[in-house]
C-alpha cells in the first residue's frame, strides 16, 4: 500500500498552466506505475497520463496529447502533472493513482487496474 496525496490544484484562465503534484508515502515508490486521473460534476473518471517506474515510458488521453507532461522524481517519492494551454473543459478533479508494477516500461489508462488513489485536487479553468 502506498498514501497519495495531490496538490497545486487551483483557478486558472483558459490558457494558462498549472502543474499538479502527488506526493507518495512509503519506501517503494519507485515499484509502482502511477496514473493520472480526472473527474468532471456528473461525468464518469477519465484518464490522463500514465508514467511507468523509472519513467521510461509515458502513456496520455488524446484529449491532452501535447499540452500535458508527467514525469517523476522517485528520490522524492513524488509524481507530477504539467498541464500548458489550459482549456474550460479540463475542468476537474485530478487524482492520482498508483499499482505496482513487475516491469519496468507498464503503463496502463485503465483505472480498474490501479490500487491506491489519493482525494484529488480541483483544477478549474475559466473561459
Known amino acids: 500500500q502506498v498514501q497519495l496525496v495531490e496538490s497545486g490544484g487551483g483557478l486558472v484562465q483558459a490558457g494558462g498552466s498549472l502543474r499538479l503534484s502527488c506526493a507518495a508515502s512509503?519506501?517503494?515508490?519507485?515499484?509502482?506505475?502511477m496514473g493520472w486521473f480526472r473527474q468532471a460534476p456528473g461525468k464518469e473518471r477519465e484518464f490522463v497520463a500514465a508514467?511507468?517506474?523509472?519513467?521510461?515510458?509515458?502513456r496520455y488521453a488524446d484529449s491532452v496529447k501535447g499540452r500535458f507532461t508527467t514525469s517523476r522524481s522517485n528520490a522524492k517519492n513524488t509524481v507530477y502533472l504539467q498541464m500548458n494551454n489550459l482549456k474550460p473543459e479540463d475542468t476537474a478533479v485530478y487524482l492520482c493513482?498508483?499499482?505496482?508494477?513487475?516491469?519496468?516500461?507498464?503503463?496502463?489508462?485503465?483505472?480498474?487496474?490501479?490500487?491506491?488513489w489519493g482525494r484529488g485536487t480541483q483544477v478549474t479553468v475559466s473561459s
Open positions: 493513482a498508483a499499482v505496482l508494477s513487475s516491469t519496468p516500461y507498464y503503463t496502463t489508462s485503465r483505472a480498474g487496474d490501479y490500487d491506491n
Open positions: 512509503g519506501r517503494t515508490f519507485v515499484s509502482y506505475t
Open positions: 508514467i511507468s517506474t523509472y519513467g521510461g515510458n509515458t
